[in-house]
């Protein structure tokens, strides 16, 4: 998912790159060091600590492009403890997907569409994190969307909670609003517009 290598934790909890590459400082102007990129087996880690988490990012698959089933069964230990151990307020989970769409069919996306559909395999995976950190069984309010880049072959799902349901535009406008001003004040590097404004579908 394009994490500085600055960011990567030891077991120890030091630094495992010391000191930050220099285009890693011109890129990221600092974000780097707020960032902790722990090397661990997923569901180990949660259930280890029982820290209360504001963002979390799953980036699962491993050397075969396979993404786990313990890590997107909405039954699993995981989920169950990143349901627990997500903020109840605003607490958002940001998953890196692969397409699982066959490019080989001409009629898979068409021409000049920002838009990358989704076969049954990252649907589920979409439904079962929205199920396990949203659904009934939760009383959080909130949202699921995903946000394609088709040249990558790549869909991001986020599920937030805190975010309020209503159609897509009104929660696109949200977003967009919301993300400006992170932008401003992270002083970011790069715009999430273009990704916004091109591949915003919400999950159903």
């Not at 349901?83 to 890196?96: K, M, S």
Request: hydrophobic share 40%; aromatic share 10%; glycine share 6%.
């Amino acid at each position: 998912m394009g994490f500085p290598s600055y960011s990567v934790m030891t077991q120890s909890g030091s630094r495992a790159h010391s000191p930050p590459d220099p285009i890693q400082e011109v890129q990221w102007k600092g974000i780097h060091e707020r960032i902790q990129l722990h090397e661990s087996d997923a569901e180990k880690f949660l259930l280890e600590n029982k820290n209360l988490y504001d963002l979390v990012f799953v980036d699962a698959y491993d050397g075969e492009d396979i993404f786990p089933h313990a890590l997107w069964d909405p039954h699993s230990p995981f989920l169950n403890a990143l349901a627990d151990q997500l903020h109840p307020e605003h607490g958002t989970v940001v998953v890196n997907l692969h397409s699982d769409v066959d490019f080989r069919d001409d009629d898979f996306i068409a021409p000049g569409s920002h838009l990358l559909p989704m076969g049954k395999y990252i649907s589920k995976v979409c439904r079962s994190y929205k199920e396990a950190l949203l659904g009934s069984k939760s009383s959080y309010n909130g949202l699921a969307y995903v946000v394609s880049v088709p040249w990558v072959c790549n869909t991001s799902l986020v599920v937030s909670r805190g975010l309020e349901k209503s159609n897509r535009d009104m929660v696109m406008r949200n977003i967009i609003s919301k993300s400006l001003v992170v932008e401003n004040i992270l002083d970011l590097p790069f715009s999430c517009m273009q990704y916004l404004k091109r591949g915003f579908t919400l999950v159903n």
